[in-house]
C-alpha cells in the first residue's frame, strides 16, 4: 500500500471531518486542539489503519533494536519477564536495550528526547504510562505493553486477568475460614493494582464482608522494608488484628511472615498469606508462600513477538491477549 | 590540544616503533597482528594519552546517554547498583540504557553491531568482559567497570576487595568452631568468583584444613534452582556433611537453609550460613542469613560518576576504586 504521508493525512482530515490544519497540528504535537477534536482525530486514523512509518519520526526503519520500559529492576518479577522478552527477539535477531522508566519518563517529552537519539525500532512498555503518552508514542513508533496495561490507549498488550485472579486469591482465603483479611496492594495508579483491588473487595462483600481502611495499605514501590512496616502496623494491635493478608507481591508476603513472626505470631495458624507472581523468593520464605503463579517468562515472549511482528506489519490491529494465571497452595496458608 | 588523527596515529606508530600500517589496523581491526605488537601499540597509546573522540568510532558527542551492560536481571543483586547508576546519571541529566549482555554478547563484533546502531556515550559494564573485548571497547568509547572487574585491561574500575571479604567470611566460619565447611561459587571465569574462592581456600588452608572438591560447586547462574539441588547433594550424606557453608550470593545461601530444612536438619545448629550481597532475601529467610555486606548502591553511583567524568575529560588516567564491605550477623551462623 503506497500512499503518501501528504495523501493520508487528507484521507484523516477527511474522515474526521476536520482540516488538515488541525490532523497535523495533532501529529506533530504543535499548538493545543480539544480533545474532543483530539478523540476524533485518532478514531479517524483508526478507522483508516493509520499506522504508516511516514509518520513514525521515532521508530528507524532498518534498526534492529527494541526498547523495554520497566518500573523497577529491583523487582525479581520484572527479571523473569525479561528473560521471556530476549529470547523472543534474539529468535528473530533483535537487541533488547532496557530502561528504568520508573517515575523519570512520564510525559512524552520525556521518552521524545531518548528516542529522537536513539534508534529504537519499537517500545515495550512493562510499565504504568498514561493513555495519553501511550497513543502519542504509538503514533510514532510501534508500541506494545506487558503485564502493566492501558485499557484505554489503543495498543496491543499482553497480561493476565488481575480482576479474576484476585477473586481467586481472595475466595481461597474465604475458603479456609479466614474472615478478618488484609490487603498489601501497590500504588492505584496502577492498572493491576486497581484491577486486583476490585476482585479483592467484589469478593469480600459477595460474602457480606468488607475491610477496614486501616487494613488496605497502597506501598509506592515493591520494596520489603515498606511492607514490613505495614504489615507490623496492621498486626500491632491484639483487639484488632487480620487473620490473613493478600498480598499483590510475593515480596509483600515475605515481609508479612517476618512481621508476624517478629510479633511472635504463628503463619499460617494465627495468620494466613496468599502472595502473588511466584517468584523464587515464595520458595526462600518458611512456611513458604501460596501465591498465584503468573506465566512471566511466556508473558515478555508473547509481548516481545506481538512487538516484533507489528514493526514487520505496521498495519497490524491492536491485541489484548490474557494469559492463565494459577494459584500454588504451600504452607502459608495450610 | 589539537592534534589531527593522522598526525596522532603517526605519533603512536613512532613510540611504539611500528608502522602506521600496523597502528591503523589494529585501531580498525583489519587483518591479523601478533599479540606481542598489539601489546606494543596499545601501551604507546597509553603512554601518549590516546584517547581521542576523533577515534571513538562507536561513542558518539553531543549524545546523553549511557549503556549499562550486566549478565542478569534476576539477579536482586544488580537491582540495587542500577539504582544507584541511574542516580549518579540523572544528577548529571544523562539517560541509562541497559542491556542483558549475559552470554549473548561477549566478542567485540557483537557490542558493535549494537553500539553502532545507537548513540552511546559511555559503556558501563558489570558483566564479565575479556581483556582483549574490553581494550577493544575502550580504544573507541569510554568504558568504565562495575562490580565484576578485570584487572589485565586498562580500564577503570568500582569494586570490592573480594579476596579480603571472602577470608572475612571463612575467618568467621572458623571463629564459631566450623571446619567442614562447603562452598557454594559461581563460574571461575567470573573475577569475583576465583578472587572469592583464592580467599576462602588461602583462610582454610592457613587453618590446616582443606575443602574437599565433592563440596565446592561453581553455579553457571545466579539461580535458587540450581544452589537448592547442589546444596541437598552435599547435606544428604550423614557420614560425610559439611557442618557450613560460604555461599557467594545471598540466593544461594537462601537455597541452603531451604535444602537443610528440607533434610531435617536445623540452622545455624547442624549447618551454619554464610552468604554475600546483603540484599533484601537475607531477611527473608528463618533464620535470617549472616552475609558481607555490598555497598551496591555507591558502587553503581561511583562507577557511573567515574564514567561521566571520563566522557567529559577523556584524558583521565585510569582510576581503580575499592568500597567497604562488612560482615553483618546474624541468626543463620548464630
Redo the contacts between chains.
Keep these: 500500500m503506497a500512499i503518501s504521508t501528504r495523501t493520508t493525512i487528507e484521507e484523516i482530515a477527511q474522515e474526521a471531518g476536520v482540516s488538515i490544519a488541525t490532523v497535523s497540528r495533532i501529529i506533530n504535537r504543535k499548538g493545543n486542539t480539544r480533545e474532543e477534536t483530539r478523540k476524533k482525530v485518532l478514531d479517524a486514523m483508526e478507522r483508516l489503519d493509520y499506522s504508516l512509518n511516514a509518520q513514525r519520526l521515532l521508530s528507524h526503519a532498518g ?3 527494541i ?1 523495554v520500559c520497566l518500573p ?5 518479577y ?3 519477564i ?2 521471556g522478552v ?1 529470547a523472543a527477539a ?1 529468535r528473530r535477531s533483535y ?6 522508566a520508573g517515575d ?1 519518563y512520564t510525559t512524552f517529552d520525556d521518552y521524545e ?2 528516542l529522537k ?3 529504537m525500532a519499537g517500545l515495550l512498555l512493562i510499565q504504568q504510562t498514561s493513555a495519553q503518552v501511550l497513543e502519542e508514542l504509538a503514533l510514532r513508533c510501534p508500541v506494545v505493553m506487558c503485564s502493566e496495561v492501558c485499557e484505554e490507549a489503543r495498543v496491543s498488550y499482553v497480561t493476565i486477568d488481575n480482576y479474576a485472579s484476585a477473586r481467586t486469591a481472595t475466595q481461597y482465603l474465604l475458603s479456609i475460614g479466614r474472615r478478618r483479611i488484609a490487603f498489601l496492594n501497590s500504588l492505584l495508579r496502577n492498572n493491576y493494582a486497581r484491577q486486583r483491588e476490585a476482585g479483592f473487595l467484589d469478593t469480600l462483600e459477595g460474602a457480606g464482608l468488607v475491610c477496614p481502611a486501616e487494613w488496605m495499605a497502597h506501598l509506592s514501590e515493591v520494596s ?2 515498606l511492607a514490613l512496616a505495614a504489615a507490623t502496623h496492621m498486626l500491632s494491635d491484639p483487639d484488632h488484628r487480620p487473620e490473613a493478608f493478600f498480598a499483590v507481591s510475593d ?1 509483600y508476603a ?2 508479612v ?2 512481621a508476624a ?1 517478629k510479633l511472635g505470631l504463628r503463619v499460617p495458624q494465627d495468620v494466613a498469606v496468599i502472595g502473588f507472581d511466584n517468584i ?2 515464595s ?4 512456611p513458604a508462600i501460596t501465591t498465584i503463579q503468573q506465566p512471566s517468562y511466556q508473558m515478555g515472549y508473547q509481548a516481545c513477538s506481538l512487538l516484533l511482528d507489528k514493526m514487520e506489519n505496521p498495519a497490524m490491529p491492536v491485541k489484548h491477549v490474557l494469559l492463565d494465571t494459577e494459584l500454588i497452595v504451600r504452607s502459608s496458608t495450610l
Excluded at 72 to 76: G, K, S, T, V
Excluded at 283 to 286: E, F, I, N, S
Design positions: 534498526s534492529n533494536t526498547l523497577d529492576f529491583r523487582n525479581p520484572n527479571g523473569v525479561i528473560d530476549q534474539l537487541h533488547v536495550l532496557l530502561m528504568q523519570i528526547s531518548l537519539n536513539n534508534t520489603f522494608d515480596v515475605a515481609a511472615i517476618k513472626k523464587d523468593i520458595l526462600m520464605t518458611d
